[in-house]
C-alpha cells in the first residue's frame, strides 16, 4: 500500500521569500511522485512528476522537489514566492502496479505582501 | 489543446433530490476518473473507465451513485437520491491511457451543495 503525508496543513511566507511544502511517502514499490496545485474554484495542475529518473525534479513556476529514498520525502521548493502562489498544493503518490494516484491532505500556501 | 470540460460548474439541490454531471475528456484521452472531493481533503477516486469499461469502482457508493461511459469519450456522473454528506466538489480527471504513468488532467470541477 502506499501513502503521502503532507506535514503542514497551512505554510504563510512573505513575497520574495522561500517557500517550502513538506511531503514524506510510504510505498511498496518504487513509486512515481508528483505535486498539483489547486487555485480557489479550479482543478488541480500538474507542477511537477518524478518517476525514477534524476532526483531532482524541475517543474512549472519556477517550483522544484526533490525525491530522497532514505528519507522517503519529495519536498517542494520555490526559492522566491509570489503572490500567485497562493493556492492549496496536493503531494501524490501513483502506484506503479496500476497508476492509481494517492492525495495527500493538502497544505494551503498563503503569500503575504 | 483543449482541457477536460465539465459542468454545469455549480449546483444547489435538497436532500434526496436527484442530480447529474457531465464530462469531456481532452480529445483521445482513453482514461477517465471521477474523483470527490470534500472541503479540506484530498480528492477521492469514484470510479476510473479504460474507453467505455469500468477498470475501478470500489469505492462508488453504489447505492446512490451511478456512471456511465457509453461511447467512451464524455462521461457522467448521476447522484440518486443525494445526501447531506454528498456535498464536495466532483472532479473528472483524464490520461491518455495505456502503458506507462502519465498524469492525469483534471477540469474546474463541479461543486455541490446540499440542502
Known amino acids: 500500500a502506499q501513502s503521502v503525508t503532507q506535514l503542514d496543513s497551512h505554510v504563510s511566507v512573505s513575497e520574495g521569500t522561500p517557500v517550502l511544502l513538506r511531503c514524506n511517502y510510504s510505498?511498496?514499490?518504487?513509486?512515481?511522485l508528483f505535486w498539483y496545485v489547486q487555485h480557489p474554484n479550479k482543478g488541480l495542475q500538474l507542477l511537477l512528476k518524478?518517476?525514477?529518473?534524476?532526483?531532482l525534479v524541475k517543474g512549472i513556476n519556477g517550483f522544484e522537489a526533490e525525491f530522497k529514498k532514505s528519507e522517503t520525502s519529495f519536498h517542494l521548493t520555490k526559492p522566491s514566492a509570489h503572490m500567485s502562489d497562493a493556492a492549496e498544493y496536493f503531494c501524490v503518490v501513483s502506484r506503479s502496479n496500476d497508476y492509481k494516484l494517492s492525495f495527500g491532505a493538502g497544505t494551503t500556501v498563503t503569500v503575504r505582501a | 489543446e483543449a482541457g477536460v470540460a465539465q459542468s454545469p460548474r455549480y449546483k444547489i439541490i435538497e436532500k434526496r433530490q436527484s442530480v447529474a454531471f457531465w464530462c469531456n475528456p481532452i480529445?483521445?484521452?482513453?482514461?477517465l476518473y471521477w474523483y470527490q472531493q470534500i472541503l479540506g481533503q484530498g480528492p477521492k477516486l469514484l470510479i476510473q473507465?479504460?474507453?467505455?469499461?469500468?477498470?475501478?469502482d470500489s469505492q462508488l457508493p453504489k447505492d446512490r451513485f451511478s456512471a456511465e461511459r457509453l461511447k467512451g469519450v464524455d462521461s457522467t456522473l448521476k447522484i440518486q437520491p443525494a445526501k447531506l454528506e454528498d456535498s464536495a466538489v466532483y472532479l473528472c480527471a483524464s490520461s491518455p491511457g495505456g502503458q506507462g504513468n502519465q498524469p492525469q488532467h483534471f477540469g474546474d470541477g463541479t461543486r455541490l451543495s446540499i440542502l
Open positions: 510505498s511498496s514499490y518504487s513509486p512515481s
Open positions: 473507465f479504460q474507453n467505455n469499461g469500468v477498470v475501478d
Open positions: 518524478y518517476t525514477s529518473a534524476a532526483t
Open positions: 480529445s483521445g484521452h482513453a482514461t
